[in-house]
């Protein structure tokens, strides 16, 4: 998974809770993105960031915010987790903005009862 | 609006059964188009890029071609390993980011 790992891989959790997922990638690479990826969806973009402490939203980006301190680390946290966000959640790193392939992690199981 | 639709939403093939899967796209300023595999509870795995019509790309069973409007990934003589959804994604210029646009994918299913 070209040096990107997720945590945590599996989470349930309540509805109004707060939910934090990490994204640490080796490659130093400056590009990361979170996505969610849903059935009869293609991978959605919630957020991305082209830098440390540089983010910016992307398509379906409500309900969600991100932070970037480090250059490996990209958190996502979900502010007030609702149904709606049950899903399974990709970050990936690329080198440049484009057009650049993409390396995506394992995916983090999220489940909001 | 759709820009990215892949087809078939699955296919079953036989073992040696070549086939193509279908991304047709509808994008202004096509900046590159991407083919990824996806093995199920996995994160898709980088593929292909295609920059401009008429380039082909090939690796192993795999031959990724792009047109004007579409872009077909050739499997030839598909062994049961090649079985995963195929995501096709592309990128086009949107102000002042690149946007990348992935399809719903191919499930391919290939039988012994």
């Known amino acids: 998974d070209a040096g990107i790992t997720q945590s945590p891989r599996h989470k349930v959790t309540e509805t109004g809770t707060p939910v934090t997922l990490r994204c640490h990638q080796t490659e130093n690479h400056r590009y990361m993105y979170w996505y969610r990826q849903d059935p009869g969806h293609g991978l959605r973009l919630i957020h991305y960031s082209y830098g440390v402490k540089d983010t910016d939203k992307g398509e379906v980006s409500d309900g969600y915010s991100v932070s970037r301190s480090k250059t490996e680390d990209f958190l996502l946290t979900l502010e007030s987790a609702t149904s709606s966000q049950t899903s399974v959640y990709f970050c990936?790193?690329?080198?440049?903005?484009?057009?650049?392939?993409?390396?995506f992690g394992p995916g983090t199981r999220l489940t909001v009862l | 609006e759709d820009q990215v639709t892949q087809s078939p939403e699955a296919l079953r093939l036989q073992e040696g059964e070549s086939s193509s899967l279908n991304c047709s796209y509808t994008?202004?300023?096509?900046?590159?188009l991407f083919w990824y595999r996806q093995d199920p509870g996995k994160g898709p795995e980088f593929l292909f890029t295609?920059?401009?019509a008429g380039e082909e790309k090939e690796k192993e069973r795999l031959k990724a071609t792009l047109t004007k409007k579409e872009s077909f990934l050739h499997i030839t003589a598909p062994k049961p390993e090649d079985s995963a959804t195929y995501l096709c994604?592309?990128?086009?210029?949107?102000?002042?980011?690149?946007?990348?646009?992935f399809g719903t994918g191919t499930k391919l299913q290939v039988i012994p």
């Open positions: 994604a592309v990128q086009e210029r949107s102000g002042g980011y690149q946007k990348v646009t």
């Open positions: 295609l920059y401009s």
């Open positions: 990936a790193i690329s080198e440049s903005q484009g057009p650049n392939e993409q390396f």
């Open positions: 994008v202004s300023g096509l900046r590159g």
